[in-house]
C-alpha cells in the first residue's frame, strides 16, 4: 500500500518560513519523480516544486527565489522548504508522487497539509 504522509502544517507570517515534509512509503522512492502541489481556496491544484529522480528541481514562477525542494532516497523523504511566505502561498499542500512505467504513468497523492500565511 503506497502511503504518502505530510507534516508540516502551520500559520505563519507574511514573510515567515516552514518547512514541509513528506515520508513516502510502498514506492521504489528513488525512482519517482516527487512534488508538490497546492490548492487555494476556490482555485484549482497547481504545482509549486517537482524535483526528479535526478535530483533536478522545477518551479512554479512564483516561487523562484523563495522555496527550495529536496530529497532523501535514504529517508524516502521529501521536503519544500518555504521563505519569505506571502498570503497568497495560503493553501493546502498536497505531496506527490509520479514515474512512468511500461509507458503508463503511475501517480500517488498525499491527503495535504494546510499552510495559511497571514498578512
Known amino acids: 500500500q503506497v502511503q504518502l504522509v505530510e507534516t508540516g502544517e502551520g500559520l505563519v507570517q507574511a514573510g515567515g518560513s516552514l518547512r514541509l515534509s513528506c515520508a513516502a512509503s510502498?514506492?521504489?522512492?528513488?525512482?519517482?519523480?516527487m512534488g508538490w502541489y497546492r490548492q487555494a481556496p476556490g482555485k484549482e491544484r497547481e504545482m509549486v516544486a517537482t524535483?526528479?529522480?535526478?535530483?533536478?528541481?522545477i518551479y512554479v514562477d512564483s516561487v523562484k527565489g523563495r522555496f527550495t525542494i529536496s530529497r532523501d532516497n535514504a529517508k524516502n523523504t521529501v521536503d519544500l522548504q518555504m521563505d519569505s511566505l506571502k498570503p497568497e502561498d495560503t493553501g493546502i499542500y498536497f505531496c506527490?508522487?509520479?514515474?512512468?512505467?511500461?509507458?503508463?504513468?503511475?501517480?500517488?497523492w498525499g491527503q495535504g497539509t494546510q499552510v495559511t500565511v497571514s498578512s
Open positions: 510502498g514506492i521504489t522512492f528513488s525512482t519517482y519523480t
Open positions: 524535483i526528479t529522480s535526478t535530483f533536478t528541481p
Open positions: 506527490y508522487a509520479k514515474k512512468i512505467f511500461l509507458a503508463r504513468p503511475r501517480e500517488y
